[in-house]
């Protein structure tokens, strides 16, 4: 199994920055890809961000392109969410998701394996 324990949300004005961080353990070596969804309040969990762990390939929902960075961290089992020109909309709990066996489709909700416990992400206008 592997575990993920996200952190780094809270309360930001529209424009600012925030960065998120998930730390993966346990079989964090048989990772294949990670990834960040979020889902606002009534609506249903959609992908964000997707990272190969070798090769660092990475994916962007279209609406966050330009404005967040997906990145992993060099020397441990670390994926980092870099959020820029925040805007209300992006508000919603930010879930870190893994998969750990190759499939096709980064954006694809029913592909990862194990889910962090979320963090709140809220941006004021």
């Known amino acids: 199994q592997v575990q993920l324990v996200e952190s780094g949300g809270g309360l930001v004005q529209a424009g600012g920055s925030l960065r998120l961080s998930c730390a993966a353990s346990?079989?964090?070596?048989?990772?294949?890809?990670m990834a960040w969804f979020r889902q606002a309040p009534g609506k249903e969990r959609e992908f964000v961000a997707a990272?190969?762990?070798?090769?660092?390939?990475?994916v962007y929902l279209n609406s966050v392109k330009g404005r967040f960075t997906i990145s992993k961290d060099n020397t441990g089992n670390t994926v980092y969410l870099q959020m820029n020109s925040l805007k209300s909309e992006d508000t919603a709990v930010y879930y870190c998701?893994?998969?750990?066996?190759?499939?096709?489709?980064?954006?694809?909700?029913?592909?990862?394996?194990?889910w962090g416990q979320g963090t709140q992400v809220t941006v004021s206008s």
């Open positions: 998701a893994t998969s750990v066996r190759p499939t096709p489709l980064a954006d694809y909700i029913k592909d990862y394996d194990y």
């Open positions: 346990g079989r964090a070596f048989d990772i294949y890809r």
């Open positions: 990272i190969r762990w070798s090769g660092r390939t990475t």
